[in-house]
């Protein structure tokens, strides 16, 4: 880890800042502390929701949690799958759950499957109901049933977007439908054989209000696509131009960065 960048990123945004020089250091630390919280929800009576996010930044992450996890006592494991219990960030409207570019899908293949875990374990609000807005409002009652989020995993989008909730967004948003941004749109075409037109239009998404709710957050970006945004995020103040921003607020967040993204700031700072 980078001490003297990690300095100077905390001195712009105050909170647990981690900066590593490539994404494969990041990862194995991530997963480390993921683990190491995973390994005491096995201590607790009741503990609250998993927070997990989608999108490529997750891809790598899941993958070298699955491996983790799967080096684990089968006694433990076995603990640690009966009591799962996660909720999604978000889903496409309109997509089936076993539509290959869902988010459910991609969930599937990514840690369902692998670690042979129950579907109804991995919540994800679902983007094929005939009412949307009902199902958004459902599925934040579920949450706020269980307690809101323990840990929450997020990526950061290039709009500065968390989980849908698109610029410009209030703190107190809950769970709804959004429409989805074009840059939003054009980001996410990758999954959909780069048809904008394939794209969904609208989404379900868990609100600043539940994610910001969550004990403790891990923000991770990395790569140079990110670099723009993640200099606004560490800039500028807290406003709803920037959704991304209200995590200013939250009192026990984990930002990881590799050095891709910090590229814009670290050519910046040593220019001036
Ligand atoms: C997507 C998802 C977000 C994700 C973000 C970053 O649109 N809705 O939850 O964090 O954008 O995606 P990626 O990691 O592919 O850059």
């Known amino acids: 880890m980078n001490r003297h960048l990690t300095n100077i990123v905390y001195e712009k945004f105050p909170c647990q800042v981690k900066v590593w020089n490539d994404s494969s250091n990041l990862i194995e630390s991530l997963v480390d502390v993921l683990e190491s919280r995973l390994r005491l929800r096995l201590t607790e009576v009741a503990p609250k929701p998993l927070g997990l996010a989608t999108g490529r930044t997750m891809q790598p992450i899941y993958m070298s949690l699955v491996l983790r996890l799967q080096s684990w006592s089968l006694i433990d494991l076995?603990?640690?799958l009966e009591g799962w219990c996660s909720f999604n960030l978000d889903e496409y409207v309109g997509l089936k759950c076993d539509d290959i570019r869902s988010y459910a899908s991609y969930m599937s293949s990514c840690l369902g499957k692998p670690l042979r875990l129950a579907p109804s374990k991995m919540r994800i609000p679902d983007g094929f109901s005939t009412e949307p807005q009902k199902e958004a409002t459902l599925y934040a009652e579920q949450l706020k049933s269980l307690g809101g989020i323990g840990i929450q995993l997020l990526g950061l989008g290039?709009?500065?977007?968390?989980?849908?909730?698109?610029p410009p967004c209030s703190p107190d948003t809950t769970c709804r439908v959004v429409s989805l941004a074009a840059s939003t749109r054009k980001q996410n075409a990758f999954s959909f054989r780069n048809n904008l037109q394939l794209v969904p239009a609208s989404a379900i998404?868990?609100?600043l209000?539940?994610?910001?709710?969550?004990?403790?957050?891990?923000l991770v970006v990395t790569g140079a696509n990110k670099a723009d945004i993640l200099f606004s995020l560490l800039h500028d103040s807290a406003?709803?131009?920037?959704p991304a921003s209200w995590l200013r607020r939250h009192k026990n967040l984990?930002?990881?960065?590799?050095y891709n993204a910090l590229s814009k700031m670290i050519a910046i700072s040593s220019s001036s």
């Open 78 to 80: 076995d603990r640690l």
């Open 158 to 166: 290039e709009n500065g977007h968390l989980g849908f909730n698109e």
């Open 205 to 207: 998404t868990l609100g």
């Open 209 to 218: 209000k539940e994610i910001l709710s969550a004990d403790e957050i891990h």
């Open 239 to 242: 406003s709803d131009k920037l």
């Open 254 to 258: 984990f930002l990881w960065v590799d």
